[in-house]
């Protein structure tokens, strides 16, 4: 006599919290205290095109050089474009490592960010922040005669050195107040950064926290994804 059965097993549902934070650390040049060999700087098509057609441009220079700094020139800018940045940014830090040349013009240098595209061929129009190094108050066309610079005291001169550590979601502004820029790095999805340009740069790294993924409801069986399965055994 036959003896059906019917197995079945649960699909047993689990809530699992997806935390996948996958924040994105970008460096261009490498951390080495200005030693040599250099590396190289590579701004954007779209930027450098920009930059040639700026009143104050007499070039680019790769990091760890400038004048005084390992024989390299004076009045260059160290352009560079972090690309492929992931969406949904919620938070991004640039850091930025400097030691200012031995031109007495350092004290007019500065930091400019900008999302350069191609056709965009007006790069002072296109600069989205600025700021001097250190206090200058002879100003510039890029910079803000009452700018008291990022040191906040002081002046930028040979022999400057810093490390500087800036918030795109609160730039600290010249007059006072903050920028938020994280609009614009998730509408465009790359930066561009300017250091000019009497001071030579180790390093910069972007480091960028994208949104975390909503929670996530997945089954769970023993390891196998079964929902609904019916196991079906005949015995006799
Ligand atoms: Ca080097
Ligand atoms: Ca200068
Ligand atoms: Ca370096």
Redesign the pocket.
């Known amino acids: 006599m036959g003896n059906r059965r019917f197995g079945s097993v649960a699909g047993i549902a689990a809530i699992v919290a997806v935390t996948n934070v996958q924040a994105a650390s970008l460096t261009a ?7 040599l060999p ?2 190289p700087a590579t701004p954007s098509a779209a930027m450098l095109t920009a930059l040639q057609g700026f009143a104050e441009f007499a070039g680019v220079s790769d ?2 050089l400038n004048g005084g700094i390992n024989n390299g020139q004076s009045n260059v800018q160290v352009a560079h474009t972090f690309t492929g940045l992931p969406g949904g940014i919620i938070s991004a830090t640039l850091t930025l ?1 400097l030691r200012a040349g031995t031109d007495t013009f350092a004290i007019s240098d500065g930091i400019a960010l900008s999302f350069i595209q191609p056709g965009q061929t007006d790069y002072l129009a296109n600069i989205a922040y600025s700021r001097l190094f250190g206090a200058d108050g002879a100003g510039s066309i890029l910079f803000d005669a009452n700018d008291p610079g990022l040191l906040t005291s002081g002046q930028w001169v040979p022999g400057s050195q810093a490390m500087f550590t800036l918030n795109l979601a609160a730039l600290p502004l010249a007059g006072g107040g903050t920028l938020n820029l994280l609009p614009m790095l998730n509408s465009f999805g790359f930066l561009d950064v300017n250091i000019s340009d009497d001071t030579a ?3 910069m790294r972007l480091e960028v926290t994208p949104v975390p993924l909503p929670a996530a409801i997945l089954p769970m069986v023993s390891g196998v994804l079964l929902l609904g399965f019916k196991r079906r055994r005949s015995a006799c």
């Open positions: 040049g490498i951390e080495d205290n200005f030693a250099s590396e990091f760890d490592s740069v180790d390093f």
